[in-house]
């Protein structure tokens, strides 16, 4: 008997407490995702996916422990660089699990790479890409007229470097005429609007808006301050420019994908004012160092607003429904990848029938068996047309030595030795000297022409009577 039972005490048993797993997952994700919040982590990309979604996923591996991470698309979009498998990077997020398959990942919030700003990463991959289309080539760049007399501009009207333009332009070349496309070069909008200026250019040509040569430029300034001339749909629409394009972008150092892919780079604003119009004088002094006005203070307040907002809307209903429409695009995004990977398993099972097939179908080729009927009738064919041929040859060697044969029996050979064939007046071959009388008129063949003459007189085969004859 127990110490409880001698004194009397009766313990009740602990009530026991079941969970259904999504509950318990659920109850556990809430935990973690209090108590890390806002989590920086290091690591290694690999297993990177991309679908039509706009989410990325990947795995951070570190050594021998790794953690799933989803970046939704609205954090994804803002990204200037691709993420890729073995890329070192930093991620800043929200612990959380993924209750579909009861796994602990982050939700991505922010991703840099580590070692390299995320501007110069983009830089280099949207570098290598074009590159590899051909759009830098040598080869395709147009000629840059030397003298043209209407000049397209696309800048900022408030911009230092348009005016050095207008002000060498001026003095180097009064006649040229210069038409300016307003255009912001900085910010979130300016690629676009620098895209547009050099479309508007080329629809104009034509008519009295045409121009010659087009200059997109902007001064110098940070990687950050010159990021709109690092986009991929301005580099393309530079590149399909049917109009010569200069990008004056920055100073001397600084390099842009708009220069790789324009017709010439101008190591500044003022040398593109120089390089498109080649006067016979040159200047002397040099452009001034282009300065620009800094535009700023608006976007960082637009961005501090943004991330005040984002912060706030992180506690309340707004980020709970954010969060359980991620998760079911999450799903869609797992379903659609099992999917697609069975669709790419039945195909190849398929295919590999299709071939199993096609091999034991390969003997009774009908085209095998047409080619050997077709061997065997052209080697007959070639067969009949020797026999052909030997009998032609046969029948001609006959045919010459019957001609030859003819040839000394005609009594045109007789005639050639001297003799000659005598025809009365009614033209019958005389053959006895009584055929004829005094006075007859007859004819001689001989070998080259006939000979006409008159009986005069005739003996006969006794030699009893003789007569002349004359001609």
């Known amino acids: 008997m127990s110490l409880a039972d001698q004194l009397g005490f009766r313990f009740a048993p602990p009530e026991r407490r079941v969970w259904t797993v999504r509950a318990l997952v659920a109850a556990v994700r809430t935990h973690v995702e209090r108590e890390y919040t806002d989590a920086w982590v290091e690591g290694e990309i690999s297993n990177f996916r991309a679908p039509d979604s706009g989410h990325l996923y990947f795995t951070l591996k570190d050594g021998n422990a790794q953690i799933r991470v989803v970046m939704f698309s609205s954090k994804a979009r803002l990204l200037r660089f691709r993420p890729a498998d073995g890329m070192q990077v930093i991620v800043r997020g929200r612990v959380t699990i993924y209750e579909d398959r009861g796994e602990l990942q982050i939700a991505a919030e922010y991703l840099e790479p580590k070692g390299a700003g995320s501007l110069q990463v983009a830089f280099e991959q949207l570098k290598a890409k074009l590159e590899a289309e051909g759009l830098f080539a040598a080869e395709r760049k147009k000629a840059i007229p030397a003298l043209p007399a209407r000049i397209g501009v696309v800048s900022s009207p408030q911009a230092a470097a348009l005016r050095d333009i207008l002000n060498i332009l001026e003095r180097r070349h009064r006649a040229a005429n210069v038409v300016i496309f307003p255009a912001q070069v900085q910010g979130d909008a300016a690629a676009f609007e620098v895209a547009s200026g050099v479309n508007y250019f080329n629809g104009a040509r034509g008519d009295e808006r045409a ?49 790789f892919v324009a017709d010439l780079r101008a190591p500044t604003p003022s040398a593109a004012a120089e390089l498109v119009i080649r006067s016979r004088v040159e200047i002397e002094n040099q452009a001034e160092t282009a300065r620009e006005r800094l535009v700023r203070a608006m976007e960082r307040r637009l961005l501090e607003a943004r991330h005040a907002l984002t912060e706030r809307a992180q506690h309340g209903a707004f980020a709970r429904m954010m969060d359980l429409i991620r998760r079911r695009q999450q799903n869609v995004d797992d379903l659609t990848f099992r999917l697609e990977r069975g669709v790419r398993g039945s195909q190849e099972q398929k295919r590999r029938r299709l071939e199993t097939v096609s091999a034991a179908v390969r003997h009774y080729d009908l085209r ?70 005094e006075g007859d008129e007859i004819a001689a063949r001989v070998a080259k022409g006939e000979i006409r003459a008159k009986v005069s007189g005739t003996s006969g085969a006794g030699g009893t009577e003789e007569r002349e004859t004359k001609k």
């Open 211 to 259: 121009v010659e040569v087009i200059i997109v430029a902007r001064g110098g300034g940070s990687a950050e301050d010159l990021a709109a001339f690092n986009d991929e749909g301005l580099a393309r629409t530079i590149a399909a420019s049917e109009i010569p394009v200069i990008s004056a972008v920055g100073h001397e150092t600084d390099f842009t994908i708009c220069d």
């Open 368 to 437: 095998r068996v047409l080619a050997g009927i077709r061997g065997e009738l052209d080697a007959q064919t070639a067969a009949m047309a020797a026999a052909m041929r030997n009998q032609l040859l046969l029948k001609k060697l006959r045919l010459e030595r019957m001609g030859r044969a003819l040839e000394t029996l005609s009594p045109l050979a007789i005639l050639e030795r001297g003799y000659a064939l005598v025809f009365d007046s009614a033209g019958t071959l005389v053959k006895d000297a009584a055929q004829v009388e």
